[in-house]
């Protein structure tokens, strides 16, 4: 079955540095959806893609943030500077079309020291 | 504001048992509400869509029902087994492509 695949699996940054976060969505899912999961709570949206564009954003995805979809397989999440409040796990996630259920990759975790 | 809310405490049952978990919503309109199951460490992942026209949904083991009077959707699961022992999450569209997650009920299968 076709799957979502993200990498790294896990990313350590320090401080102020710049991330790039990479995801393969399902080949033929035309949304994308970048998700974040704070260790113990829940998961949390941050910001829908689609037809090369922002479709909506959560106020969590501030000027820091940004995404892109640089060819035709890949969709990454980019954070300019982080902060320690951005330790998190990042998932993925694609849909086939809009208001269909979500495919999501197994996430990044993301640590900030 | 919106809201969806699930059961913060786990629930903990005996294999075999029904386990029957609960979803609340205020300030939505749904016309779908899905069901998700997340194992730690993992992305959730897709159990069940159901529309605001269908009142019940059953696939295998799983039954949801959506009563938009109510503003309630319960997710059962017949015959538990310790494998089922997960985070299931309740989600709703909040706006025009943004699927919004409840925080999840933990269930705990006991052999």
């Known amino acids: 079955e076709p799957e979502v695949t993200q990498t790294p699996s896990h990313q350590v940054t320090q401080m102020g540095q710049e991330v790039i976060l990479r995801c393969v969505p399902i080949?033929?899912?035309?949304?994308f959806y970048w998700y974040r999961q704070i260790l113990g709570q829940k998961v949390e949206f941050l910001v829908s893609?689609?037809?090369?564009?922002?479709?909506?954003k959560s106020e969590i995805f501030d000027d820091q943030f940004s995404v892109e979809r640089p060819d035709g397989s890949n969709f990454t999440l980019k954070i300019r500077s982080t902060k320690l409040e951005d330790s998190a796990m990042y998932f993925c996630?694609?849909?086939?079309?809009?208001?269909?259920?979500?495919?999501f990759g197994n996430g990044t975790r993301l640590t900030v020291t | 504001s919106q809201k969806i809310e699930q059961n913060s405490e786990a629930l903990n049952i005996q294999e075999g048992k029904t386990a029957t978990l609960t979803c609340n919503y205020t300030?939505?309109?749904?016309?779908?509400l899905q069901w998700y199951r997340q194992d730690p460490g993992r992305g959730p992942v897709f159990l069940l869509l159901i529309r605001e026209n269908e009142k019940e949904k059953r696939k295998e083991r799983l039954k949801v029902t959506f009563d938009t009077t109510l503003k309630q959707s319960l997710f059962h699961i017949t015959a538990s087994q310790p494998a089922d022992s997960a985070t299931y999450l309740c989600a709703l569209w909040g706006g025009y492509n943004k699927l919004i997650f409840g925080a999840g009920t933990r269930l705990a299968v006991h052999p």
């Open positions: 996630a694609s849909s086939e079309v809009g208001n269909s259920p979500l495919h």
């Open positions: 300030n939505y309109s749904p016309a779908y």
């Open positions: 080949s033929n899912h035309l949304y």
């Open positions: 893609f689609y037809n090369n564009e922002i479709s909506e």
